[in-house]
């Protein structure tokens, strides 16, 4: 649960339906497109703590015959940070990019000695993950649109949030570690935050966290969305039960809509 957890914040800082099992669904939306590529700065207090990147190859690839989205996301921890918590973890994702769900996943997890590489495949026919890693290949039931931790991210983004009310919960259903849960996150209104680039107006979301033991309550992590048509998050805070992190956008280019900034 707790690793769970720390993956969710990885992310997190930083889906017509199937009417047959052979049937997409197909999700219309202009919030992204290939190329896209952010570049996040997370700060523990004064210190500089960790870079993640968020990125969309610029050709769009092919798995199980269907046109994708490769989105890469790294996180790294950074000088003195790292003394601690030595982090480089690497996220892949191989998004449908008509239906907006997840065709594979891969992640490379280094986190202090930890190590873990993975493979996911989803077959949407049969509704099935078949999870390969260092202790085999294993097979998994799963429902219908399901996601994996990156594109149930973007999947969010092609959300109309005109259409909810402050306190609306959003489930997005998840495949990670080998099992399945519903990502809930919390439509919280409407803001306006201070960046480098200038104010931007922004849509405020909290995904739900479970009880662990790194973030401090249900509500620990807050996320800014620009409330335009990239809908990409701007910033985030985390309450962890020793300290806060704090995450904003530093760079970014081959965003798919202009930015409003004033």
Known sequence: MLRRSVIALWVLLIFPAFHAKDSYRRVAQTSFGVGEHFEYRVHYGIFNAADAVVDVSPQIQYVNGRPCYKISIVGTTLGAFSWFAKVRDEWQSWMDTSAIVSQKFYRNIQENNYRKVETTLFNHATDDAV????NGT???DVPNHIQDAISGYFYLRTLDFNKLQPNDVVDVPTFLESSVYKLKVKYRGKDTIKTKFGKIKALKLTP???DNQ???GENSIRIWVSDDANKVPIKVEVDLWVGSLVMEVRSFR???NNF???
Do not use: C, I, Q
Request: charged share 30%; no cysteine; proline share 5%.
């Open 260 to 262: 409003n900034w004033y």
């Open 208 to 210: 739900l966290m479970p």
């Open 254 to 256: 081959g965003a798919r």
């Open 138 to 140: 294993k097979k998994f």
């Open 131 to 134: 999870v390969t890693d260092e």
């Open 214 to 216: 790194l973030f401090k």
